[in-house]
């Protein structure tokens, strides 16, 4: 068992595991309500202090009904190691979705538009606030479902996300290799030497990848595969 002040949970109740952080299945003390618990590790303060911090500034400016919510900043008890205390998806992503055997071949075409509806409109608010995810894709869009018994969809993990000035550009290299603009690819995964600038531009190429997923069922591109056919694909 760990805790925070405010919250606990158990070990075993494991929601999903990054290379910085685990997100567990937890509970408020007094109330039994559920949320999911961000644990963040050793790694994570071998980063620069303001990339720790992106995470959770990201979240403070975000309130939106299709990004998962951010609703406390604690530390755990023994190891002060920083936990964020978030929204609780109880259906899983929309990963775990295209996984069952049902959609194999894609998602049923009213379940589709809820997820290009759901992610749009989150990615929408997004921009409102000149930020860029950085990392989309159906594992980091979490599902619930609304008291109408319809699916909604929210944008979760901002460990990649930062704030961008109106044209503003990056070079760092963030993303899942599936999901990647082509000019990262090529940085990130076949090792060419250039120092392109990246912008928003990055996260629709992954919301394009995303959506054809859905449609689909498979991937456009699958990794170790070596150069990508990306405008014949896309």
Same mark, same amino acid.
């Given at each position: 068992?760990?805790?925070?002040t405010n919250?606990?949970w158990?070990i075993?109740?494991?929601?999903?595991?990054?290379?910085?952080?685990?997100?567990?299945?937890?509970?408020h003390?007094k =109330?039994? !309500?559920l949320?999911?618990?961000?644990?963040f590790?050793?790694?994570s303060f071998?980063?620069?202090l303001?990339?720790?911090m992106?995470?959770?500034e990201?979240?403070k400016?975000?309130?939106?009904k299709?990004?998962?919510k951010?609703?406390?900043?604690?530390e755990?008890t023994?190891t002060?190691?920083k936990?964020l205390?978030?929204?609780y /998806?109880? /259906? @899983?992503s929309l990963? =775990?979705v295209?996984?069952?055997?049902?959609?194999?071949? @894609?998602?049923?075409?009213d379940?589709?538009?809820?997820?290009?509806?759901?992610?749009?409109?989150?990615?929408n608010?997004?921009?409102?606030y000149?930020?860029?995810?950085? !990392?989309i894709k159906? @594992?980091? &869009?979490?599902r619930?479902?609304?008291e109408?018994g319809r699916?909604?969809?929210?944008?979760t993990d901002?460990?990649?996300?930062? $704030?961008?000035?109106?044209d503003?550009?990056?070079?760092?290299?963030?993303? =899942?290799? $599936?999901?990647l603009?082509?000019d990262?690819?090529e940085r990130?995964?076949?090792?060419?030497d250039?120092?392109?600038k990246? @912008?928003? *531009?990055?996260?629709l190429w992954? &919301?394009g990848? =995303?959506?054809?997923h859905?449609? *689909?069922?498979?991937l #456009?591109?699958? #990794?170790?595969?070596?150069?990508?056919?990306n405008?014949?694909?896309m």
């Open positions: 068992m760990q805790s925070t919250y606990l158990l075993s109740d494991l929601l999903g595991q990054g290379a910085t952080a685990n997100v567990y299945r937890g509970r003390k =109330t039994g !309500d949320y999911a618990v961000k644990v590790n050793n790694l071998l980063r620069p303001d990339v720790q992106r995470e959770f990201v979240l400016k975000l309130n939106h299709n990004i998962v951010l609703f406390a900043v604690e755990e023994n002060r190691h936990v205390v978030m929204e /998806c109880p /259906c @899983g990963y =775990t295209l996984e069952e055997a049902s959609n194999a071949y @894609g998602l049923p075409e379940e589709f538009l809820i997820v290009l509806h759901d992610v749009v409109a989150g990615m608010h997004l921009r409102e000149g930020i860029v995810h950085r !990392d159906p @594992g980091n &869009i979490m619930m479902i609304g109408d699916s909604v969809y929210k944008l901002f460990g990649a996300a930062r $704030e961008l000035e109106d503003e550009q990056f070079v760092s290299l963030y993303g =899942t290799e $599936e999901y603009h082509p990262m690819y990130a995964v076949l090792r060419k250039h120092q392109k990246y @912008g928003a *531009t990055v996260d992954s &919301i990848v =995303t959506f054809y859905a449609a *689909t069922g498979s #456009p591109f699958r #990794p170790y595969e070596g150069p990508r056919r405008k014949e694909v």
